[in-house]
């Protein structure tokens, strides 16, 4: 637990340092292309300058949100406040898409009264160290979201590059006024603004998915299950189902496959096992049932291929496991992943009990519905 607590805390002191980075870097260039926005008489110019400080004022939320979401779990909320970042994420959004709106009333102001634009050579040098300014910061930034796992800092990194682009179209609307006379100032304002809505919609869209429940990551959940396969005892990993509370946190469920002659003893330890070197190795917690791999009727084994087989016959049910005969009653049960296209799971599964019902006289199915959670 210590030392999980030690790299959540050298986590969050790269994504402060690099949000200050972030921060200092954006103002300078706010100062510089306001002055020279304000000179040149470009809306253009000013709504880049608003982008670059609504961007300072999103790492400054980000760090709000790190400090915030690193407080260690009590009794109020015992899972931590990992998701305070998520919530972090939705104010950034909000901002962005605020902004976006603004800018873009402004520009349309422009398209139908243009004032009249004074570029110089400065001004150009000016946009043009901007945009190298920004792709820098932004594969800096990037470069410490993926050894952060910040989704936060990712996105701010993509964003600086993107900004980059919008800076070049700046860029190229001034170059077009000063050899041409046409001034296109609120057309490359009304782009920039369209960009900024967009990524401001992606960026909230991202942050409520993550909130509502995504799916796992499919690397990671085929990961955890191969390591659970590889620990002895344990012959196959189902049913993973992972809860995140924080990009940094998680904890969850999976049922493995365990031949029927293991005690509650061995059980007891190898799900010990198991949980240890997943937490060391993944910093995950899963909680871990069982399911009895019959091994000591070979009728029943024959029994569950034939059923298998007669389960491909449905173009809904990816796959089946946790195969079973209740001793004492004789009815067989298993579950059946039903995909999620299905839109009446529990009538297939009835349709497929009255099937194999039929096919094999005498004997009782209950089949489970599930899902996948995870790949």
């Excluded at 160290?129 to 996105?155: D, F, N, P, Q």
């Excluded at 007891?268 to 949980?275: I, N």
């Amino acid at each position: 637990m210590a030392a999980n607590r030690e790299k959540e805390t050298i986590r969050d002191r790269l994504i402060v340092r690099t949000s200050v980075v972030g921060i200092v870097t954006n103002l300078c260039l706010v100062a510089f292309k306001m002055l020279v926005g304000l000179m040149a008489n470009s809306i253009a110019i000013v709504l880049d300058a608003m982008n670059n400080l609504s961007d300072a004022l999103s790492s400054v939320l980000t760090i709000l949100g790190t400090k915030l979401a690193g407080r260690p779990p009590d009794a109020k909320h015992p899972f931590g406040y990992g998701r305070v970042e998520y919530l972090t994420g939705i104010l950034i959004a909000g901002i962005v898409l605020f902004a976006g709106a603004s800018f873009a009333v402004t520009s349309v102001e422009k398209i139908f009264h243009p004032d009249e634009t004074r570029y110089t050579l400065l001004t150009v040098v000016i946009i043009a160290v901007a945009i190298v300014t920004k792709l820098l910061l932004g594969a800096y930034t990037k470069k410490m979201g993926r050894e952060t796992e910040s989704s936060a800092l990712t996105a701010s990194g993509a964003d600086a590059t993107f900004d980059a682009v919008i800076s070049a179209g700046t860029l190229a609307g001034a170059l077009v006024t000063m050899t041409t006379s046409y001034v296109i100032d609120g057309w490359i304002g009304c782009v920039i603004s369209v960009v900024i809505l967009k990524a401001g919609l992606e960026m909230l869209l991202d942050t409520l998915s993550s909130i509502v429940g995504r799916r796992a990551d499919t690397q990671l959940a085929q990961e955890l299950k191969t390591r659970l396969c590889a620990i002895d005892g344990i012959l196959g990993a189902y049913d993973l189902v992972l809860h995140n509370y924080g990009p940094t946190r998680a904890m969850g469920s999976v049922n493995v496959a365990v031949y029927d002659w293991r005690t509650a003893t061995d059980l007891h330890a190898l799900s010990k096992k198991a949980q240890a070197i997943l937490w060391e190795e993944y910093r995950i917690y899963l909680y871990i049932g069982f399911y009895a791999v019959n091994t000591q009727d070979a009728a029943l084994r024959a029994l569950e291929d034939q059923v298998r087989g007669a389960c491909k016959a449905y173009p809904e049910v990816l796959s089946i496991h946790a195969f079973f005969e209740n001793p004492q009653t004789g009815e067989i049960s298993f579950d059946a992943v039903v995909d999620f296209a299905c839109r009446d799971s529990l009538a297939l599964v009835r349709q497929m009990e009255a099937d194999l019902a039929a096919k094999y006289p005498g004997r009782r199915f209950a089949i489970k519905v599930d899902r996948a959670y995870s790949d």
